[in-house]
């Protein structure tokens, strides 16, 4: 069974600073993986997602992804840190095939302080 | 484009009443839809996968006969709380998948249910 694990239950940044968020997987082949952003009373946006090719993954609002296989991770990196970021961050995994199930991680509530 | 509409936005309402939320892709046809549960600062938890003019499929522990989901067409499907109880006070997420999609779903911006 496919699952996801998001280690940081919380991080607080200062604004400008640079950001990452731990993501590790588990998926017998290669999954495909994305990054959500949820802010509080909304529904979900993507923020990026890996499918194949290349390993480093370039998303919206600045921000970007590396898929290691090695480590079965896929951790969300943004170089300087905006107050509007100041969300929920979701990893998911879904399997190969059309509408496959997602399977999310337990979130890592970013704070940004002035 | 690929937007997903849910509505209502937040529904209050008496214990033992039920309670319709609609989920619709409003410029793609989805092939499959999704409802998931989350709870105050929790995850989400995939309630059910419905398709279009077939039974929904529950994932293990999600009462059928509590949480009925009908899929209507391939713009609309429905989830009807039945009987609802104040420990069905959850935020609501669907989510639509489509061919061109592959499997990327397009997630609705939620409902917020309160029961009293």
């Known amino acids: 069974a496919q699952s996801v694990t998001q280690p940081d239950i919380h991080i607080t940044v200062s604004e400008g600073a640079s950001l990452e968020l731990r993501c590790n997987y588990s998926y017998g082949a290669t999954p495909y993986l994305f990054w959500y952003v949820q802010s509080p009373g909304q529904g979900l946006q993507l923020l990026l997602k890996y499918s194949s090719g290349d390993t480093l993954v370039q998303g919206i609002k600045g921000f970007e992804a590396e898929f290691k296989r090695s480590q079965s991770s896929f951790n969300l990196r943004k170089p300087s840190v905006h107050w509007s970021d100041a969300a929920e961050y979701f990893c998911?995994?879904?399997?190969?095939?059309?509408?496959?199930?997602?399977?999310f991680g337990t979130g890592t509530r970013l704070q940004v302080t002035l | 484009g690929a937007v997903v509409s849910q509505h209502p936005s937040w529904v209050i309402c008496k214990s033992g009443t039920s309670v319709k939320i609609e989920c619709r892709s409003l410029?793609?046809?989805?092939?499959?839809m999704f409802w998931y549960r989350q709870f105050p600062k929790q995850s989400l938890m995939l309630m059910a996968t419905?398709?279009?003019?077939?039974?929904?499929?529950?994932e293990q522990g999600v009462e059928k006969d509590k949480f009925l989901i009908n899929h209507a067409s391939l713009t609309l499907s429905t989830l009807t709380v039945t009987s609802a109880h104040p420990e069905d006070s959850s935020f609501y997420i669907c989510s639509a998948a489509a061919r061109f999609s592959y499997n990327e779903q397009f997630f609705g911006p939620g409902t917020r249910l309160t029961v009293l």
């Open positions: 410029d793609f046809q989805a092939t499959t």
């Open positions: 998911a995994v879904a399997g190969t095939g059309t509408a496959s199930k997602l399977t």
């Open positions: 419905s398709n279009e003019g077939s039974k929904a499929t529950y």
